[in-house]
């Protein structure tokens, strides 16, 4: 069981930067997979950008490469999620998740664990 806990969200105005993160515990073996996905009003969840803790490869959403940067730390316990050159499509809730031997990494089906989230508003 691994346990997922979000913080970092907030306001900002567009072309502002936040950086979110999220801390896992429980089971250290539990997930190979750490991701952030995120749900906008009326819209379905999606993914933004996930990492694999062991090898260290991302893989980002076209909607937010170049501008979004995900990062661990070195005890593989701890990701980021650094947002820069925001913009008001950006708001949404966002949600860590985690995940053992994810075949597709912005698939949130093969996720099982989550956070509860922590909220993004960009607004001028």
């Known amino acids: 069981q691994v346990q997922l806990v979000e913080s970092g969200g907030g306001s900002v105005q567009p072309g502002g930067s936040l950086r979110l993160s999220c801390a896992a515990s429980?089971?250290?073996?539990?997930?190979?997979?750490l991701g952030w996905f995120r749900r906008a009003p009326g819209r379905e969840r999606e993914a933004v950008a996930t990492?694999?803790?062991?090898?260290?490869?991302?893989y980002y959403a076209d909607s937010v490469k170049g501008r979004f940067t995900i990062s661990q730390d070195g005890d593989r316990n701890r990701v980021y999620l650094q947002m820069n050159s925001l913009k008001p499509e950006d708001t949404a809730m966002y949600y860590c998740?985690?995940?053992?031997?994810?075949?597709?990494?912005?698939?949130?089906?093969?996720?099982?664990?989550w956070g509860q989230g922590t909220q993004v508003t960009v607004s001028s």
């Open positions: 998740a985690a995940g053992y031997r994810v075949p597709e990494p912005l698939d949130q089906r093969h996720y099982t664990s």
């Open positions: 429980g089971d250290p073996y539990g997930f190979n997979c």
């Open positions: 990492v694999y803790v062991g090898t260290g490869i991302t």
